[in-house]
């Protein structure tokens, strides 16, 4: 019985292979491989007899495709194929039949290399006139962007990872990435100014240092070195008028150091990795600035501690920094002063608000001590954006006693389509502010320098003259842009009522992009009040050369 199911299963299995191998034809091309020492002959491709092809040599093998025909005979002598016909006709293609363009133009109209230049408006841009190329001005194929001085990594891009026998404390901290980079700015100058009876010419030079040690992506050392320009004197100088003599204020010590770092990182070994913390510090003496500069500009020696990324109800982000400060306050009671003090910044439906706490401490001078509170919305209204700031100050019974001052600012940005005298876009603004006769900053002037007499903005002052008692003003002006924002041109109008005292005044700011790492600056003002203390007119001109 089994003998006859294997029959009739083999007779079966050959009936089926017999009705399906004309329709497998084109899958049976190669024939089994043979057996261990069994040779056969090559397989060869079967073909439709009704669909025979000749092709132009024999082909021994039989499984090798035609060759092609040659379509070229010689690199001089090109054959082209002849040219092929659509079905639906060349009417919806008018351009098939524009001649390509050579391709030293193809390249030099699109190929971008135009764009690499090194400065100006539309300079290397392609020229109407074909012989006009030795005039356009174009980077060589060999330009390296001058770079600052860099160890241990390169100062853009990215590198492989290195494996760094530094790290941060406990088992698996991170590890360190270190990158030195140093760098500066060097700057002369020359002023003529008047105030009063009172002139100020001469010639000067300031020098910055800045050293920069990176260890990770968010800790670094950072010094800098003023050595020509003690404190905030701004450089050394050579005085015209009299007294006349050199002036120099020149030092070693170093102006700004300190460390920078996120908490989560430094202790990385004993936290969770995928923790989120986002608290930063910084210790040392760094520069400090609140409230658009109006209540703090300052250089403290010591302790900031911020934490960010704190969410509650529908704000997008609140920060909240501590600060404290040992020394070295800029208060106009004590220039040694000590401060404590917090700031918080929240976003909250695209607008920005600000608002501080702040307490001087000045045991040189009793019955001095200040507090200050501020606060300061800042909202953008697409290309209108506008700032309003309410700072108090308390206390200070032996000195001026308490005081405000209210400012608000705005600002427009207007594009220029059609770029009058290369003027692309330009900033308006209009800022108003009215200060009680005890206001006084918690800390401030401490960047002021040689060309501070030309702060026209009367949200400092009007110009370096000291301001006392009860002031009110106003400012209108407008930032122009031209040649892709490598210069800028700002004339301003302000008017200063301190002390009942009318003051108008005009200024001017020119900057000029003179070169990759050089910039020209002029700062020209011109006053007119009633009272002769408050005249002032002058112009101050600097170059400065980053490296």
């Known amino acids: 019985m089994t003998k006859l199911r294997r029959a009739m299963a083999s007779a079966w299995c ?37 669909q025979l092809v000749k092709f132009g040599r024999p082909n021994p ?17 090109p054959v082209l194929l002849p040219p092929t016909k659509s079905d639906f006709g060349d009417q919806n293609r008018p351009w098939k039949d524009e001649p390509l363009p050579p391709l030293d133009e193809e390249l030099w109209q ?16 392609p020229d109407d006139d074909a012989h006009a190329q030795d005039s356009l001005l174009r980077l060589p194929e060999d330009y390296v962007d001058p770079e600052p001085l860099t160890l241990f990594a390169q100062f853009e891009g990215e590198e492989p990872i290195k494996n760094s026998i530094f790290h941060w404390f406990g088992p698996g901290a991170y590890d360190w990435e270190p990158r030195f980079v140093g760098y500066g700015a060097y700057q002369a ?16 030079h300031q020098l910055l240092l800045e050293l920069d040690l990176r260890l990770t992506g968010t800790e670094r050392f950072h010094v800098q070195f003023r050595p020509l320009g003690e404190g905030n004197t701004g450089g050394s100088y050579y005085r015209f008028s009299d007294p006349a003599g050199y002036i120099d204020n020149s030092t070693g010590v170093p102006q700004r150091f300190w460390f920078e770092g996120e908490l989560h990182s430094i202790f990385s070994g004993f936290l ?19 409230h658009n500069q109006l209540l703090m500009n300052d250089e403290i020696l010591g302790l900031a501690v911020n934490k960010n990324t704190i969410f509650l109800g529908n704000t997008s982000n609140i920060n909240v920094q501590g600060i404290y400060a040992a020394s070295d306050v800029d208060n106009v009671a004590d220039a040694n002063s000590a401060m404590y003090g917090t700031n918080i910044s929240i976003d909250y439906k695209r607008v920005f608000y600000e608002a501080s706490y702040l307490y001087v401490n000045t045991p040189d001078a009793p019955g001095r001590d200040q507090h200050f509170a501020a606060i300061s919305r800042t909202q953008f209204h697409g290309k209108f954006n506008y700032a309003g700031r309410a700072l108090f100050k308390f206390g200070d019974e032996a000195g001026t006693g308490s005081g405000e001052l209210f400012v608000l600012e705005t600002n427009y940005t207007h594009h220029m389509p059609a770029h009058p005298l290369g003027i692309e876009f330009g900033v308006a603004y209009c800022n108003l502010f009215y200060s ?12 002021n320098r040689l060309r501070s007499a030309f702060d026209v903005n009367p949200l400092v002052a009007i110009s370096s003259g000291t301001q006392l008692g009860e002031t009110y003003g106003a400012s209108l002006g407008m930032q122009f842009f031209r040649h892709h924002e490598d210069e800028s041109i700002a004339p301003e109008i302000a008017f200063q009522s301190p002390n009942g005292d009318l003051v108008y005044g005009l200024g001017l700011r020119y900057q000029r992009k003179t070169g990759k790492r050089t910039f020209l600056e ?26």
């Open 436 to 447: 009680s006769a005890g206001w006084n900053s918690a800390a401030g002037g401490n960047f």
């Open 272 to 290: 969770d990795p995928f923790a989120v913390r986002d608290v930063h510090m910084v210790a040392g003496k760094f520069p400090f600035q609140l």
């Open 522 to 547: 002029v700062l020209g003002l011109w006053n007119i009040s009633d009272n002769e203390a408050l005249r002032r007119d002058g112009v101050f001109v600097s170059e400065t050369i980053l490296f």
């Open 110 to 125: 699109h190929g971008g290399s135009y764009i690499y230049t090194a400065e100006g408006d539309r300079l290397g841009w």
């Open 61 to 77: 093998t039989g499984v090798l495709p035609p060759p092609l025909e040659t379509l070229q005979k010689s690199f001089d002598e």
């Open 189 to 204: 100058s020359a002023i003529a100014y008047k105030q009063g009876n009172t002139r100020s010419d001469g010639l000067g």
């Open 14 to 50: 050959a009936l089926v292979f017999a009705c399906v191998s004309p329709l497998s034809a084109d899958e049976g091309i190669f024939a089994p491989p043979p057996l261990p020492g069994q040779t056969d002959p090559p397989p060869q491709l079967p073909v439709d007899k009704h």
